[in-house]
């Protein structure tokens, strides 16, 4: 009898997909300083002048192409600023890689209320590492022209300095200024964290642009 054919032979392998990194980030700050607007900006690509306070925690999922080989996915949870008076922000925390904590240029107590944002973040969130997660401060709503607040470039530098910021930016939902830039400072922090814990990458230096058509950059992410 003849033998049967030879099993044709297996398809080469398909080349190996991009990594995939996932990671929760949380967006906190006071009440209406424009958190939910500045992850609508940034997953949506819109805006709306209308206020809604958000209830609890909205959570959004923005994909991003890293490099050729990697894509990150970050999970934003969008907490309600009223929840600084709850109790539930240590379950909103847990397993986050990295926060923003948002200010309103036009209102200074929004500020003032930043450290304490702060504070709550880092009493309650560590790294495995023990460090603090690389966390970014946005002054929004730099379209306003009220801006004293972030004049002064480097107060700003000296306070994120001095209340364990890596970074920080001016940043508008409305017109869509440093939100790209803010994430993938952001991003490039949590990164540079995980691969070496132990050296936690220099704080940004990150001027104020007084000319809101150039976007600001954060000198450390851009460093080759
Ligand atoms: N001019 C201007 N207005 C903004 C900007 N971002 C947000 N707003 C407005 O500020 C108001 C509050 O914005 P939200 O995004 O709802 O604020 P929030 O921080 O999510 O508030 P809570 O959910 O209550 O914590 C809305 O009327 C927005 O349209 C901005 O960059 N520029
Ligand atoms: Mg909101």
């Known amino acids: 009898m003849p033998l049967p054919p030879p099993p044709p032979p297996a398809p080469p392998a398909p080349p190996p997909g991009p990594k995939e990194r996932l990671y929760k980030l949380l967006v906190i700050g006071d009440l209406g300083v424009g958190k939910t607007s500045l992850i609508k900006r940034y997953v949506h690509q819109n805006f709306s002048p209308h206020y809604r306070a958000t209830i ?58 930043v450290t304490k944002w702060k504070e709550d973040l880092d009493a309650k969130l560590t790294l495995p590492s023990g460090q603090p997660v690389p966390t970014i401060l946005l002054a929004n709503k730099c379209d306003q022209t009220n801006e004293v607040l972030v004049n002064n470039g480097i107060k700003m530098e000296q306070f994120c300095q001095e209340n364990g910021f890596v970074g920080w930016f001016e940043t508008s939902a409305k017109e869509n200024i440093n939100i790209d830039e803010a994430s993938r400072c952001l991003v490039r922090h949590i990164i540079a964290s995980e691969s070496d814990p132990v050296q936690p990458v220099e704080a940004d230096v990150v001027k104020p642009h007084l000319n809101s058509s150039k976007p600001t950059s954060c000198s450390s992410c851009f460093r080759s």
């Open 56 to 113: 609890g925690v909205d959570f959004a999922l923005k994909v991003l192409s890293w490099d050729p080989e990697t894509v990150v996915r970050l999970q934003l949870w969008d907490i309600a600023g009223q929840e600084r008076f709850g109790n539930m922000t240590r379950v909103y925390y847990r397993e986050a890689m990295g926060a923003f904590i948002v200010f309103d240029v036009t209102r200074p107590a929004t500020f003032e209320a």
